[in-house]
């Protein structure tokens, strides 16, 4: 299966937004041949943890910590995913990733992208 690759991570300020991307890295197929896909993140000194998934139907489920804040979609025309984080805070800096959900204790997870958030 091709690897998921996460992108548009940088630094922004509590209280701003950050869009990140999600492609497939072999992008002849849809990205939804994987399966759902969802993101996923990991803080520093902490273990990775769901952020929420989209189907290819674009059904969403979030953390329930994040929702209303965070925003999955999916643009056909691109095959690409995207999760909008809004209303940013110090506590959800760390490395994001997308990977397909469920995910297998043998996937590859290459990566990700880095988000910091100041105070």
């Known amino acids: 299966q091709a690897q998921l690759v996460a992108s548009g991570g940088g630094l922004v300020q509590a209280g701003g937004s950050l869009r990140l991307s999600c492609a497939a890295s072999g992008s002849s197929r849809n990205i939804f041949t994987i399966g759902i896909i969802g993101w996923y993140r990991q803080a520093p000194g902490k273990q990775r943890e769901i952020v929420g998934y989209?189907?290819?139907?674009?059904?969403?489920n979030y953390a329930e910590s994040l929702k209303g804040r965070f925003t999955i979609s999916t643009d056909t025309a691109n095959n690409m995913v995207y999760l909008e984080m809004n209303n940013l805070v110090p506590d959800d800096t760390g490395v994001y990733y997308c990977?397909?959900?469920?995910?297998?204790?043998?996937?590859?997870w290459g990566r990700g992208t880095q988000v910091t958030v100041s105070s």
């Open positions: 989209i189907t290819r139907a674009s059904a969403t």
């Open positions: 990977n397909r959900w469920p995910t297998h204790r043998t996937d590859s």
